[in-house]
């Protein structure tokens, strides 16, 4: 079984709609990140979590809220979604210590019509 | 603020060619530095790291030295496969307490038979 899951792989909707993607890691860590890859821009941090009690805003927040249920589930909502925020988003993990890797989730493509 | 600049893409190649993908980098600190690769319809995946200067990353075939001299991180592989035809993503991360990762925009590789 993959160590970052995430739900739905793709998804399409209207503009307006409210979306929630989802994920969920077994690999242990405390750290979780949400990121959005658009072509020509590369991956751009949306928002970030060290615990569930403890979340950060990224680079490019606006638009997006997240909720960190449990150690192991970190969601990304898009309360209102808008045309320009179709992306691939990913989700991914690390652990405490600094300068380590992230691991990443298979992402999740959404299209706002 | 930190940044990374990498080669834009695509790069086509024969198989069996040799590949540099070129990657500098701007930071206040002493960052870490990764190559990431993303195969068609999948997540990130850590092909190799440095984390100081002179360090030399490899992984699968791969290179990569850290240059804190001319600020660079260039991947070099010698002979490339079919099977290496992916998106190459390089990072930084300040190695600070957030343990964010700054991407650049990605190359697109194309290995050809």
């Known amino acids: 079984d993959a160590d970052v899951t995430q739900t739905p792989r793709n998804r399409i909707t209207k503009t307006g709609k409210r979306i929630m993607l989802e994920c969920s890691q077994t690999k242990g860590h405390d750290r979780m990140y949400w990121y959005r890859q658009d072509p020509g821009l590369g991956l751009r941090l949306i928002y970030y979590s060290f615990d569930v009690k403890d979340i950060n805003k990224g680079e490019i927040s606006d638009g997006y809220s997240v909720s960190r249920q449990a150690q192991a589930k970190f969601s990304l909502s898009l309360e209102s979604a808008i045309p320009n925020q179709t992306a691939l988003y990913f989700c991914?993990?690390?652990?405490?210590?600094?300068?380590?890797?992230?691991?990443f989730g298979p992402g999740t493509r959404l299209t706002v019509l | 603020g930190d940044s990374v600049t990498q080669m834009e893409g695509p790069v086509t190649l024969s198989e069996e060619a040799f590949l540099t993908i070129n990657c500098t980098y701007t930071?206040?600190?002493?960052?870490?530095l990764f190559w990431y690769v993303q195969y068609p319809g999948e997540g990130l995946q850590l092909l190799l790291k440095a984390t100081k200067a002179d360090d030399k990353g490899s992984n699968k075939g791969f290179e990569a030295t850290y240059r804190k001299e001319t600020t660079s991180f260039h991947l070099e592989k010698g002979s490339v496969q079919v099977s290496d035809s992916a998106v190459y993503f390089c990072?930084?991360?300040?190695?600070?307490?957030?343990?964010?990762?700054?991407f650049g925009t990605g190359t697109l590789l194309a290995v050809q038979p």
């Open positions: 991914a993990t690390s652990d405490f210590l600094g300068r380590n890797e992230q691991f």
């Open positions: 990072a930084l991360s300040d190695g600070g307490a957030t343990n964010k990762l700054i």
């Open positions: 930071a206040t600190g002493y960052p870490s």
